[in-house]
């Protein structure tokens, strides 16, 4: 019984922000391994002076800063292209 009122307590003191510092460490954590790779890559592509290849890792790479260090302010600009492409 004690276990149900535990379990209890707990579900109540659940709000809307619980996860929140959850997510953003594990969004930084996700969004730095992804800069390395990209960073990596990039490197290789100045190497093989192929640079419409690092052009589009660059743009890669802001994207990913973006959503992983700026969710909240991405997901408002996603939202703005997106009711100005297709409308209310």
Do not use: W
Not at 10 to 32: H, Q, Y
Not at 50 to 56: A, M
């Amino acid at each position: 019984m004690t276990h149900l009122v535990t379990k209890a307590v707990f579900l109540a003191e659940l709000t809307a922000t619980t996860g929140l510092t959850f997510r953003n460490v594990a969004l930084s954590i996700i969004g730095t391994l992804a800069l390395v790779v990209l960073a990596a890559r990039s490197l290789a592509a100045y190497a093989n002076e192929s640079y419409g290849k690092l052009v589009t890792l660059m743009g890669a790479g802001a994207l990913v800063v973006g959503i992983c260090y700026f969710p909240d302010q991405m997901l408002g600009i996603l939202k703005g292209l997106f009711t100005a492409i297709f409308g209310s």
